[in-house]
């Protein structure tokens, strides 16, 4: 499966595409296919280490 990683804190451009292996559920657990994903203007901010999160 292809999967959108954050190996560091920077800039959204530093985001890194790699092929990983598909999962495979433990007992009690399911696997739900995904056909799309999208990231937004948060996503973004915590890629960057930026994001106000309240205490």
């Known amino acids: 499966m292809k ?3 954050c190996l560091d804190y920077g800039a959204p451009s530093a985001l890194v595409l ?3 292996d598909d999962p495979s ?3 009690g657990e399911v696997v739900i296919e995904t056909e799309a994903a999208g990231l937004g203007y948060v ?3 915590l ?3 930026r994001y106000q999160a309240v205490a």
């Open 18 to 20: 790699d092929e990983m």
């Open 47 to 49: 890629v960057a280490g």
């Open 25 to 27: 559920p433990r007992a």
């Open 43 to 45: 996503d973004a901010l």
């Open 3 to 5: 999967a959108i990683r």
